[in-house]
């Protein structure tokens, strides 16, 4: 089997393709398995255009007719447009594995450029993170995660629960199941994106925490160097010690390490300002200019950030025991999903946004 350096793919009849039709045909089916119902090229051409394959809709539908007679797509009427087969979601699996290093750094380009959400009419997408849990886990993990969103550790106060039946970034909720969302701290990327000033997303790390404080990172890996998530392989690990610092004030939690030009602080502080009023705020500390953060160095002539990783919630879980499967960065979600975590029902009942 070739990997996407050695610009091959093969199909499932044996055939080989060429890097970019693999790529185009990999963003076809992604773009079909996170809109979770049919759509036509036009639409289609629309979500991979932010994964950075510009597609003609001319060139999706003849990509969607091979894909059919392969069983990877199923048209469902002339006018609905296709949808992703069992065969097509297993093909998107295999393809996933095959997604060259620096996977996570790009795909967090793509969703802070995708991401809609309005700060003043608080409408919009958002970028999400997706956990499932045992059903019978739910009260026992809002018991855990109530402490962690009361102390700031999340992307805002809101949170997602879904049922079996709903759907979340595309996630359907397996049945004895429940998904929980939390936000991404991505979306900050996205709002300094629309706002014109460009930022770039360095590291993910733990940071030791004393007496309520940030006092050193203790791990630190670039996103351009990885294809997993590195906050995902830190909670599994064992590295996390959200709940500890949660109930202590001391002990590791999970965050991003950003740069951003310095000259457009003050624009960034307004920015801040804004996030906090949508109750969106996960930015832990601001550096000075040319000056380290936290002794991390920065580049020339930009600015040091330090966000609050939107997994932290999640992390408290895996810290208690419950099983949990984590799906960091899982898409595009509105945010009329979620909800102030503290008027989510006891039972967990399907979520709505509250103004």
């Known amino acids: ?33 996170e809109l979770g119902e049919p759509a036509g090229a036009l639409k289609i051409s629309e979500m991979i255009l932010g994964m950075g394959i510009p597609l003609q809709a001319r060139s999706i539908r003849f990509h969607l007719l091979k894909m059919d007679r392969e069983g990877l797509t199923q048209c469902v ?5 296709r949808t992703i087969t069992d065969i097509g979601k297993k093909e998107l699996a295999r393809i996933s594995v095959l997604r060259k290093v620096g996977f996570i750094g790009s795909r967090m ?13 608080k409408t919009g997408s958002v970028v999400a993170n997706v956990a499932i849990i045992n059903k019978s886990d739910l009260s026992r993990s809002l018991h855990y995660m109530r402490p962690v969103f009361s102390s700031g550790l999340s992307m805002g106060n809101r949170v997602a629960v879904e049922m079996w039946g709903g759907r979340i970034c ?7 199941k429940i998904i929980i969302s939390t936000i991404c701290s991505v979306t900050i990327n996205g709002f300094f994106l629309k706002a014109g000033i460009p930022v770039v997303s360095r590291f993910g790390g733990l940071l030791e925490m ?34 500890q610092y949660a109930s202590e004030g001391s002990g590791t939690i999970g965050v991003s390490f950003r740069e951003f ?11 801040f300002s804004a996030l906090r009023e949508a109750n969106l705020n996960g930015v832990l500390a601001v550096g000075r200019p040319n000056c380290p953060l936290l002794d991390i160095p920065v580049s020339e002539g930009r600015t040091g950030m330090i966000t609050i990783d939107g997994l932290n919630p999640i992390a408290a879980l895996h810290e208690a025991g419950i099983p949990v499967i984590l799906n960091p960065l899982s898409g595009l979600e509105e945010i009329s999903s ?18």
Do not use: C
């Not at 060429?18 to 790529?23: N, Q």
């Not at 009427?77 to 447009?81: F, I, N, P, Q, Y």
């Not at 998530?229 to 690990?237: G, L, S």
């Not at 102030?340 to 967990?348: H, L, N, T």
């Open 1 to 33: 089997m070739n990997t996407d350096n050695q610009n091959t793919l093969q199909e499932t009849n044996g055939h080989s393709l060429s890097g970019r039709s693999a790529r185009a045909r990999a963003a076809i089916l992604r773009a079909l398995d």
């Open 109 to 121: 380009d793509e969703l802070g450029y995708r991401m809609t959400f309005d700060t003043q009419s």
């Open 77 to 81: 009427g002339k006018h609905e447009g």
């Open 170 to 176: 595309g996630v359907e909720v397996p049945q004895g």
């Open 338 to 355: 979620y909800v102030p975590f503290e008027d989510i029902a006891p039972m967990g009942r399907r979520s709505a946004f509250v103004e």
């Open 261 to 271: 030009p310095s000259i457009a602080l003050d624009e960034a502080k307004n920015l």
């Open 210 to 243: 004393k007496n309520n404080s940030p006092r050193r990172f203790i791990e630190l890996t670039e996103y351009q160097g990885t294809s997993i998530d590195p906050h995902k392989i830190f909670i599994m690990a064992n590295m996390t010690k959200v709940g």
